[in-house]
């Protein structure tokens, strides 16, 4: 079996056990399970001290004070980081004309090039309430870790 082969059919996979997972879950009313706040495998999340637009220092208590949409990526990015970043703005208003508050939050996982100002204007170029955050090597990678997300500069 190729290797492409054998990614699709994980995929596929992947994909069959997440729409079984969400049907399950999504009987009757829909939303008992999603005030459990568990998570696979354990909470996701966690502190962090990151920098925010104009270079000041923010934690998680000072961003996460509403539902937020927490995503990692690049400015630099170009295919996948900007779809999912229109994405979750989209989810933000739609949620917005249902009367829930959402934040959508980017944090850059290349702190070498996206610096402060930056990641704060691409941020607001997917939505005005965008928040976007970057730091040191070492901010990062302790939110990267907070968040169970994994990250390789090639």
Known sequence: MSKNFAIAAAAIVGIGIGVT???GQFSGNGFEECGASAVAGGDIGGPFELLDKDGNLV???DIITEPTLVYFGFTFCPD???IDMARNSEAVDILAAQGISATPLFISIDPERDTPEIVGDYAYAFHNEAIGLTGSAKQ????????RTFYKKD
């Open 80 to 82: 996948f980081c900007p």
């Open 140 to 147: 990062v990678k302790a939110a990267s870790t907070a968040y």
């Open 59 to 61: 934690t998680d208590e």
């Open 21 to 23: 997972f969400a049907v």
